[in-house]
């Protein structure tokens, strides 16, 4: 599903896990610069690997 098919969800829980995602994914971004670690997320398909000093960088631009 897709950010606006979840908008038009019945159930109440469905339409806000979105925000729930995207809240839990900047939580994992922190958590990962905090402990000099990598995340790794699927872009395209693809595992890509994010270290913490990529991410840095983009939460500062941000």
Do not use: C, Y
Not at 5 to 34: C, T, Y
């Amino acid at each position: 599903m897709n950010q606006q098919e979840l908008s038009k969800a019945r159930n109440p829980d469905l339409r806000a896990a979105f925000v729930a995602l995207q809240r839990a994914a900047k939580l994992a971004r922190q958590a990962a610069v905090q402990t000099n670690t990598a995340i790794v997320v699927m872009q395209e398909g693809q595992l890509i690997r994010i270290p913490a000093d990529e991410l840095r960088k983009t939460m500062h631009s941000a």
